[in-house]
């Protein structure tokens, strides 16, 4: 397998804060990192795909002002909630693909652990 | 349009016993493949299964076998010999554009309980 870290697993924050949460793939190397949300007892929503040097795609209705994402190297990523309010908060997981062919066939995404986030 | 439908939102199994999952699915590309996921309460994702929409044989791995029907657009989770540690919330998922496809597209999960 592959280990994909994220920090950190629990955030409470104010209102009108900004929080960063990192994704690292720990022993691979990921050209593409995917973000995800997930309320409570609900389905994981893709918000966007983070992509090593260049703009992050987002998902339709997902603000990409208000959910920065950088994906600095090969193995961060890091997505910022700015401004958070309460209706931000949730639980937020990170996916990465080994690159190339070390992809292999399934092209299996590795997860992070999640990162609730709790906005007062 | 829906891309992965699970249609249990929960299930209850007798510990030792089979049970199955459903998930459905749509899509016009001809290359995808279905993955199945677990996320136990504590909220990490575990990959159990795959299947390439070309593969001829159905997956398995383990106590876990996926029945792949292509025509009917449906790839059921089976987990055998049920353990009480099988308790989780199980995602079905797809990816299009085969192997080189990125995007992985979530159902909206099924809560299974095994039971003593």
């Known amino acids: 397998g592959a280990v994909v870290s994220q920090h950190p697993s629990w955030v409470i924050c104010k209102s009108g804060t900004s929080v960063k949460i990192e994704c690292r793939s720990l022993?691979?190397?990921?050209?593409?990192m995917f973000w995800y949300r997930q309320f409570p007892k609900q389905s994981l929503m893709l918000m966007a795909t983070?992509?090593?040097?260049?703009?992050?795609?987002?998902e339709q209705g997902v603000e990409k002002d208000k959910f920065l994402i950088n994906h600095a190297s090969l193995t961060l990523s890091t997505l910022t909630v700015t401004s958070a309010h309460p209706e931000d908060s949730s639980f937020y997981i990170c996916?990465?693909?080994?690159?190339?062919?070390?992809?292999?066939?399934?092209?299996?995404?590795?997860f992070g652990e999640g990162s609730r986030l709790t906005v007062l | 349009a829906q891309k992965i439908t699970q249609t249990q939102p929960g299930m209850f199994v007798q510990e030792k016993e089979a049970v199955t999952l459903d998930c459905t699915y749509d899509?016009?590309?001809?290359?995808?493949?279905l993955f199945w996921y677990k996320q136990p309460s504590s909220g990490e994702m575990i990959f159990l299964i795959y299947?390439?929409?070309?593969?001829?044989q159905n997956a398995t791995e383990g106590r876990y076998s996926l029945n792949f029907q292509k025509a009917r657009k449906s790839a059921n989770l089976v987990i055998s010999a049920s353990q009480l540690g099988d308790s989780a919330m199980y995602f079905c998922?797809?990816?299009?554009?085969?192997?080189?496809?990125?995007?992985?597209?979530f159902g909206a999960g099924t809560i299974l309980r095994v039971k003593s």
């Open positions: 022993d691979f190397q990921a050209t593409t």
């Open positions: 299947q390439g929409s070309y593969d001829q």
């Open positions: 996916s990465a693909r080994k690159s190339g062919l070390a992809g292999g066939r399934t092209g299996e995404l590795f």
């Open positions: 998922a797809m990816r299009e554009g085969g192997e080189y496809g990125n995007k992985l597209v």
């Open positions: 899509t016009s590309d001809p290359s995808y493949g």
């Open positions: 983070s992509n090593e040097g260049s703009k992050a795609t987002y």
